[in-house]
């Protein structure tokens, strides 16, 4: 038979006692007095962080709706459609004729092609610098890789139309001539001797976006934490079985995230593609050996229009989509990065 539990004697009928110590009765803190004391400091730390987050919001609200309201009138006296016609005709501001098409394909096709070459090499940079060169070559190769996003884009331009092109023709002679039956490598409307090519411009951008990826995809696989480098190589994995299995799970969102950056990088480079593709007036082929402009480079080279609210309305709607697109691409490299944190 259980017997109740009966309060020791003293305590009060089952009150809680303090404890004592020969000292004396232990005092129990109070809550409400161990709140941390928040510090004029903090507060304005914390002030600075938050209008700084809100003031880059609005910024960048402000600008889009700067791009749209200046937009409106354009696509409204528009006579053709702005996202299904490729003609660009705004000459006269009576009869306003542009749309995108061309230029949204030539812009995704070099940006696309650029990352598509940029994203291997800078992966085998990254972990070459990381984890198979000596330490005396690997910090003077990567400063003169991270010196490669110092180069002016003018530079790069010149170095294109005028070095790299020539040497480019032979190459997109044989994949016109063995692969021309795909028609993102037939042939356009440009001769492919004069270089001035989608395909050109690809090579040119993913030169540009090389150092970009390849810094970050560095940092990110030199924290891959050190005990798990060791126990894979403890276990008895191979110098790249080591890196398939702890250093790119581990490194891989940031590596996603370069990716995205110099993608963006591309999207937006006028100055070099503006002196690298060749215009043209015929209406231009979905292929990597045609010429054509980027969005960029269209509203670069049609400076001289800007002095008609009309006409520069049209350039302005162009960059609206720009400005868009470049949203659009942060977002799925967000989604991605997010996900992959999740898997790992």
Do not use: C
Request: proline share 6%.
């Amino acid at each position: 038979m259980r017997t109740a539990l009966r309060p020791r004697a003293g305590s009060g009928g089952g009150s809680a006692t303090a404890p004592h110590t020969p000292e004396g009765p232990i005092s129990t803190p109070n809550i409400a007095q161990s709140r941390p004391v928040r510090r004029p400091g903090d507060r304005l730390f914390r002030g600075a962080a938050v209008g700084s987050g809100v003031f880059i919001v609005a910024l960048i609200s402000a600008i889009g709706l700067f791009l749209l309201l200046q937009a409106i009138p354009s696509l409204r006296a528009n006579q053709v459609g702005f996202l299904t016609s490729g003609v660009w005709n705004t000459t006269s501001a009576t009869d306003l004729q542009f749309g995108i098409l061309y230029l949204l394909w030539v812009t995704v096709a070099t940006s696309v092609l650029a990352l598509a070459l940029a994203m291997p090499i800078s992966l085998g940079i990254a972990l070459f610098l990381t984890h198979y060169a000596p330490r005396r070559l690997a910090r003077p190769f990567a400063y003169v890789v991270d010196l490669l996003a110092a180069v002016p884009s003018i530079i790069f331009g010149l170095w294109g139309i005028k070095v790299l092109a020539p040497t480019l023709v032979p190459v997109a002679e044989w994949l016109n001539h063995n692969l021309g039956f795909i028609p993102l490598f037939a042939e356009g409307n440009v001769t492919i001797a004069g270089g001035g090519t989608v395909f050109t411009a690809g090579v040119v951008l993913a030169v540009m976006i090389l150092p970009i990826i390849t810094a970050v995809s560095r940092e990110v696989f030199e924290r891959t934490p050190r005990e798990h480098i060791e126990g894979a190589l403890a276990l008895g994995a191979t110098k790249w079985e080591m890196l398939r299995t702890t250093v790119l799970p581990f490194g891989k969102a940031g590596y996603v995230s370069a990716a995205m950056l110099g993608l963006g990088r591309a999207l937006g480079e006028t100055v070099a593609l503006y002196l690298i593709l060749s215009a043209t007036t015929a209406v231009p082929e979905l292929s990597f050996f045609d010429g054509g402009a980027t969005i960029a480079s269209k509203i670069a080279l049609g400076a001289a229009e800007f002095n008609n609210p009309l006409t520069a309305g049209a350039y302005i709607a162009a960059g609206l989509v720009l400005f868009l697109l470049t949203f659009v691409v942060n977002a799925l490299a967000r989604a991605v990065v997010a996900g992959k944190k999740e898997y790992a």
